[in-house]
């Protein structure tokens, strides 16, 4: 009799332990990349070509809006996108895979979110069909 005693109570005590105690893993950095509505406006190259669109906001969350230029039709789903974070650099991948059905060009905005990011500052990189477009460094604000 005393040994289920002792046995239920130290089961008692091992459980309280483990509902008491505080969660020390670190909630997962999340991260969401697309893009925004239709073609923003056509124009020339050279004039696409000065028309950088680079945004970020970092206050709990990172918010970066860019710009990508690409063949204006059709102007829905014209991106494969992705992101990787590794350590204190964040590469976003972006690739026209839609068919250039038109004899003009297109400025697109993608938005890319990020949540949970553990650092306060990152070298953020965009790569579009393999080639480095944007290189920023964004630092959280207080």
């Avoid at 350590?87 to 068919?99: F, G, N, P, R």
Wanted: aromatic share 10%.
């Amino acid at each position: 009799m005393s040994r289920v005693f002792w046995f239920g109570a130290l089961a008692c005590l091992i459980l309280s332990l483990f509902a008491c105690s505080e969660s020390t893993t670190k909630p997962k950095t999340e991260s969401l990349v697309y893009q925004v509505g239709r073609c923003q406006h056509s124009a020339s190259t050279a004039a696409l070509a000065e028309d950088s669109c680079f945004t970020a906001t970092f206050t709990k969350d990172l918010l970066i809006d860019l710009c990508l230029v690409a063949n204006c039709c059709p102007d829905t789903n014209r991106f494969a996108l992705n992101t990787l974070i590794s350590s204190d650099t964040i590469l976003i991948v972006a690739a026209d895979t839609a068919a250039s059905l038109c004899h003009c060009l297109c400025n697109y905005k993608v938005r890319a979110e990020f949540h949970n990011l553990p650092l306060s500052q990152y070298l953020v990189l965009c790569s579009y069909n393999d080639s480095i477009i944007y290189r920023e460094v964004v630092t959280r604000e207080d």
